[in-house]
């Protein structure tokens, strides 16, 4: 009966994984950056960078470019699970040296109220002395400005695949942080804001741009949905004027179809399996009790014989679905 609950538990299995699509996660995170520059003119790009595109070998790359008239002085906060790990910071992204993030412990005030909480928050300080000078007029997809480049490592995955026993199903959702937004905040609140331990006021940008920059799909890889709508379904990146969120969700057609065929496949084989049973039993209730020797001696090998037939059917059928799981499992991403 062992191989008989492997058999069941292969067809689960594989019906689960057909069918099953990962939660994304909510909320993300949450990236800004925050100028103290008073009556700020530049012009800020926010750009997240994550999967192999990601500078050296960090998960994610942040990069703040700023162009406009005067000096840029401002700070980078990173909030939720976006906070990295192995923090990197430089202008050259193959020369990045690694620091210890500096944490917020306070509090974000506006005029007298508390907007947010930002204990445990990072914060990355912005100094760019001369800035050139904006095109104009800049476009979403042509910018030049001075850049900082913050690389680490997310404290939770922007990819997450649906599956069971580590064996992956053939979704995916991708959800990024928040660009130029703060968790509690109305987005088009611009400030002024106060945060006690650091002196100054600080503004969001007026004029600000968001860009996520994902990974490029596979040939195989489809776009099921995404917010916003893909320009490209090739890849997974969005620009925005303004604060930007990010998400969605793919499928791998060519191992659907292997997990639907699969799933076909032990169906077919469950459902013979389930008919062989039922005339199995039907014929052990319709058998009457021997009221003889003779009798009882001319049941017993063909009660035998069913046994033993009924062993082989369930011994073929399990093991065909655990070569069908051990292929499944061979085929992990």
């Known amino acids: 009966m ?154 939770a995955p922007i990819r997450t695949t649906a599956g069971i026993l580590g064996i992956p199903s053939a979704r995916s959702s991708y959800a990024w942080p928040t660009l130029g937004a703060i968790a509690g905040v109305e987005q088009s609140n611009l400030g002024e804001f106060t945060i006690p331990e650091l002196a100054g006021s600080y503004t969001r940008p007026p004029n600000f741009t968001a860009r996520i920059f994902g990974q490029g799909l596979l040939p195989s890889e489809q776009v099921l949905v995404s917010s916003p709508d893909l320009q490209n379904t090739h890849n997974l990146s969005w620009t925005r004027k303004g604060p930007l969120s990010a998400s969605a969700t793919i499928i791998d057609s060519q191992r659907q179809a292997d997990l639907t065929n699969v799933n076909a496949g032990l169906g077919i084989a469950f459902g013979i399996g389930g008919s062989v049973l039922a005339a199995v039993a039907l014929e052990t209730t319709k058998r009457q009790r021997p009221d003889s020797a003779s009798s009882l001696a001319a049941v017993e090998p063909t009660s035998r014989r069913s046994r033993r037939d009924l062993r082989f059917f369930v011994s073929f059928v399990g093991g065909i679905s655990g070569l069908t799981l051990i292929w499944l499992l061979g085929r992990r991403r």
């Open 2 to 155: 062992s191989i008989s609950a492997l058999a069941v538990l292969g067809f689960a299995l594989s019906t689960y994984l057909v069918a099953s699509t990962p939660n994304t996660r909510y909320p993300p995170g949450w990236i800004t950056v925050l100028s103290s520059t008073p009556g700020d003119t530049h012009e800020v790009r926010l750009e997240l960078i994550s999967g192999e595109f990601a500078a050296g070998s960090a998960d994610v790359g942040i990069t703040v470019a700023v162009c406009g008239p005067g000096k840029f002085r401002g700070e980078l906060l990173i909030g939720g699970p976006a906070k990295l790990d192995q923090m990197r910071i430089g202008q050259d992204p193959e020369a990045l040296k690694s620091v210890k993030p500096k944490i917020l412990h306070g509090e974000l005030h506006y005029f007298q109220n508390v907007l947010a909480d930002l204990n445990g928050v990072q914060r990355v300080h912005l100094e760019m002395d001369d800035p050139p000078v904006c095109l104009v007029p800049s476009t979403l997809d042509l910018f030049t400005g001075s850049a900082e480049i913050v690389a680490g490592k997310m404290s």
